[in-house]
């Protein structure tokens, strides 16, 4: 009807003008565009006309070319796919490409501001029952709450009753999941006030979207999110109780679901990223344990859920918080946003208050509705929801899915006659435990849909930040898109897809960044502190990416042998020492000994074998994932491709040999990367020395294996290969291999890049640009190690060296290893995790 | 009646730990027909720190820091409590239990004392459907809150066996319920689960039992160690009633209170966190003494 309408309308408005051809691809999509039935879309209004900011986006879209706009969403598509944009649903252990969106959906400007005058609003009234509730409780006292809508929240913290918060606030960033409804006004549907996710999220389909279609993107005047973020970041920042504060983002870890946008948030707000572990309380401060001693934190912009906050006076079984964090908020140590125990609000229970509430404190109605609930710990609402049950979506109260029902909501109609009866018997039993919600069909917007536009139900998530001035909202959002008509339940799990938020102005939006004046920004060369775990992995990441690279100049060695050394049986022993490395390494089976092809293959892409170069490029990739918000875009991406490339199917001998020299060329690509591009303060060190420790060891064993005391000119052949010094050592020298002279250029020589000598040199160099973590001007055993290593190399001359003394070498590399890692590094294997006490009974 | 408690917590460690964070729950609280005389506590190693607040359920509670490196940890708790209770009969008449519930439901206060912060699932104590049903068996429609109490009270104590190997702390709720076994922790949150299925409110309390019976009593079960039971809110008039269902009786002057929360996870005596030694052994001994 009102759908029908809506075409014809359009069909008539485009006659009688001159149609240019996108107009006409315009009025195209408009007509195959159906409206459900009954519900309000976004681009079609209710009077059956195209809004004006939609028909401006889609005149301007149609001027470009079907294969362009294909090309765009490619691009699009490619830059997500190699950012690593990710997501993960619950339960599921791999993480998912971001599914975004081509269209944005479009806000108007004056429809934005009516939205957000309830945002604002709304944030306000929850801030100041946040601050009744957890102080003088007058709220519950006078029974405008009940006590049980509190109490039934696994989120109102006793522990931090009376508590007030340090830095003045509970929220410091909300949000509300708001969607339109069949009246045309917005609604909000649920309120987020633990630790909001999406914001994140929202920025990179920005980025994406924005940089697909920048003409486009320009022409619309869309209000920019970036002052937001500078604005909760000086907020943040503001909060704390000293100047140049240092704030850490509180993550779960890698495993957590929205991972990626944790990373992208402390790379983008400048705040670093931190894990439980990370962390210690030292007198009455959280500290961050740094490769530099204990570093003070000041704030904590958290994603990890109140009750994993602290081991000791909440979830004893949690690992994923700081034990005696809740006493440093006691005792003012620490700024939280938000404040443990925020997440009260979150309670559909407390919705039905609301209303009430803002009379009470802000003298005014609530401007923005939210969708209609009825607590059943009330007598009067419960029997209603009892008597019209089929009416209503049934959901818990506080959150955690529909208590005996599993995950909500519930509708009582789609239940099986027993289930109903078990369901109102629930209800009747214990009716705290469960609301009433009214069911409304939210609006819907267009997709993009091979050519077409379909109308999709969607869940805009609208995100507010507190600061000295009142509340500010990021014009845009995160909004979410149901691939089924009902989008009440539209998670990231369900096959849905996000989209890009436009808010639209008719004038032209400034473009410029807040820049703070000159006089209050101090310059400053050091980029914060390197948390040792971040050390760590660093170090770790440069170890398995330069074994790779080792890996990989093993089976290429072998596999070119086995191509030129057909009919020449002399090169045997050499190459059964290269697969017996291989196997030794972990990388090929010994059962395939008896055939080169197999254990080269093997040593490339065995998913088996821990050794391999796959294996060991995967764990590069694991590694390299805790540690996002320090790699480049372009580190990333190389990373991802060796791994992929290494995973997908070889045909034959030569596709094995191409596939080591293209990834070979990677790591090559990706060192340059880091030496170009890592700021030489924020951690680059450690990746360096992971690499100059495993080359160093990988070098010393070849020379071992290669430069033993009886070597003939073949192994002293492979070895150069090996190490890249074939025309180093061809041009120094005009004899063929000889012991000595190999021997030095390999151990020794320390203009050779290549040389154990030059990655020890290096080694030193950057242990002691390190602070050193004890007073009293002792040297510190890794240097100790160093230094002697090194001076032992710079005395030794080549012919001194023979296999006993390489094997010593080596034994003394591997120790220097282990000891910067115990030393730096205390998630090394004898972690300082704290063990929780075995309880009493 | 007069009571000398001595209760002494040992931790024994296989490597040095050099850092030790604790939350000590041991000085028992007065109130409800008891009284504190006196108390100390005594820790070796010396700690660096100790700070003392009353947590949320009003529990003298201290935290203590160690920063020496040390291979045991000995806290020895000594407290002098005079107790005298009054407790209504087993069998003596009360509200229906359907009205405790509703004025419960209604309650206005969300302090330690009110109904309403425990008839909802809490950490240890998740409220299961099998568990409610179990114990829906001792309320039928009407029935007085104290009969049906007590009904499953003595349920419980005949038909769950007393076993201090069965069980550790970990050891989640339905394991408890569907082999029938445990310990006085144990008996304590399966009868507070069943309670807080039908929506009555129960409390977890952590105390003390004498050690030598009066004269021709029999020993009660977990008077060697801390002891734990239920207190159930009965309506504004009779308050709150502990009900030892390790025992099968009604709490009166055989029991000290030290701590009262919505489960052990409230109320632990002993709660912390060590760094360096993975493996501990842990030893407690508890004496009460009656002084007079």
Known sequence: ?????????????????????????????????????????????????????????????????????????????????????????????????????????????????????????????????????????????????????????????????????????????????????????????????????????????????????????????????????????????????????????????????????????????????????????????????????????????????????????????????????????????????????????????????????????????????????????????????????????????????????????????????????????????????????????????????????????????????????????????????????????????????????????????????????????????????????????????????????????????????????????????????????????????QTSRAHPSKVVAEALQSEEKFGSALSLVRSAQRTATSLRERLSPDAWQVITEMSERLAREVEDDDGVLIAAELTLQELASFAGLAQENMNRAAGWRFLEMGRRAERAINTARFARQFAYDEAVSEDLDILLTLVDCQITYRSRYLVGPLLAPVRDLVVLDPYNPRSVAFQVSALNDHIASLPTLKEGGLIERPQRLAVALQAMLTTTEAASLDTKTLFALEQDLLTLADAIGSHYFPHGPNASRPEKLTGLA | MIYDIRHVTSYSYESPVSYSRCSLRLEPRSGDGQQLVSHTVEIRPRPADRTVRHDFFGTHTESIVIETSHRSLRIDSRSRVSVSRRVPARDAPSRPWEEVRDVAFESTSLGPESPIGYVFVSPLVPVQQPVTAYASLSFPKGAGILAGAVDLMHRIRTEFRYDPKATVISTPLEEVFEKRHGVCQDFAHVMIAGLRGLGLPAAYVSGYLRTIPPPGKPRLQGADATHAWVALWCGEGLGWIGFDPTNDILVENDHIVLAVGRDFSDVSPVDGIIVGSRKQKLAVAVDVLLVE
């Open chain 1, 1 to 589: 009807m009102a759908g029908r309408d809506g075409r014809e309308s359009i069909g008539a408005s485009s006659q009688g003008t001159r149609v240019r051809p996108g107009n006409r691809r315009v009025a195209q999509w408009a007509r195959d565009y159906v409206r459900l039935p009954g519900i309000p879309d976004e681009y079609i209004g209710q009077d059956g006309a195209p809004r004006a900011v939609w028909t401006r986006f889609f005149e301007a879209f149609a001027s470009l070319s079907p294969a362009d706009i294909e090309r765009r969403f490619g691009a699009a598509d490619r830059h997500l796919r190699e950012a690593g944009v990710t997501y993960r649903a619950p339960g599921e252990t791999a993480d998912r490409l971001w599914p975004l969106s081509h269209l944005p959906l479009l806000i108007d400007e004056a429809d934005w501001q009516q939205l957000t005058a309830g945002i604002v609003q709304r944030a306000e009234l929850l801030e100041l029952v946040l601050n009744d509730l957890y102080g003088e409780g007058r709220l519950v006292a006078e029974g405008a709450i009940p006590a049980a809508a509190i109490a039934g929240s696994t989120e109102y913290l006793r522990s931090v009753c009376g508590v007030k918060p340090p830095g003045g606030r509970y929220l410091s960033i909300y949000a509300a999941d708001v969607g339109r409804g069949p009246d045309g006004r917005w609604w909000v549907l649920g309120d987020r006030t633990q630790a909001p996710s999406g914001a994140g999220y929202a920025l990179e389909n920005r980025l994406v979207l924005s940089r697909a279609f920048t003409s486009l993107y320009k022409s619309m005047n869309v209000e920019r999110v970036a002052t937001f973020f500078e604005a909760f970041r000086d907020s943040l920042r503001a909060s704390a109780d000293r100047d140049e504060p240092r704030i850490g983002l509180l993550t779960p870890g890698t495993f957590s679901e929205t991972y990626f946008e944790h990373a992208t948030l402390a790379r983008y707000l400048g705040f670093l990223l931190v894990e439980g572990d990370d962390l210690a309380v030292s007198g009455d401060r959280i500290h961050i344990r740094t490769v530099a001693g204990l570093k003070r934190l000041d704030v904590l912009l958290r994603r990890v859920d109140s009750n994993s906050l602290d081991p000791l006076e909440l979830d004893a079984s949690s690992q994923l918080g700081v034990p005696g964090l809740i006493d440093v908020i006691r005792k003012n140590g620490v700024v939280m946003a938000n404040m443990p125990g925020s997440g009260v609000m979150e309670a559909r229970a407390l919705l039905g208050f609301l209303p009430s509430l803002s009379e009470r404190f802000l003298g005014e109605d609530l401007k923005m509705p939210h969708i209609a609930t009825w607590w059943c710990g009330q007598k009067a609402a419960r029997e209603e929801v009892l008597a019209r049950l089929d009416e209503f979506a049934i959901e818990g109260a506080y959150g955690r899915g529909v208590p005996g029902f599993g995950r909500g909501p519930i509708l009582a109609a789609e239940l099986s006659a027993s289930e109903r009866e078990r369901l109102k018997t629930a209800i009747s039993d214990r009716g705290i435990d469960y609301v009433g919600q009214e069911l409304v069909r939210l609006s819907t917007t267009p997709v993009w849909d091979n050519g077409h536009i379909t109308p999709r139900p969607f869940v805009l998530r609208v995100f507010a930040a507190a600061t000295a001035d009142g509340w500010t909202i990021m014009p845009g959002g995160f909004c979410r898109i149901a691939d089924q008509p009902d989008a009440r339940a539209v998670s990231m799990g369900d096959g849905a897809r996000a989209a890009d938020v436009w808010v639209v102005s008719d004038k032209a939006v400034s473009t410029a960044t807040l820049l703070p004046g000159v006089d209050t920004v101090r310059i400053r060369r050091i980029a914060g502190v390197v948390p040792s775990r971040a050390a760590d992995n660093l170090f770790w990441l440069g170890r398995y990416l330069e074994r790779a690279e080792a890996t990989l100049r093993l089976l290429r060695a072998l596999g070119m042998q086995r191509d030129a050394g057909k009919g020449s049986p002399t090169v045997l022993p050499a190459m059964e020492r290269v697969q017996r490395l291989l196997v030794i390494w972990g990388a090929a089976s």
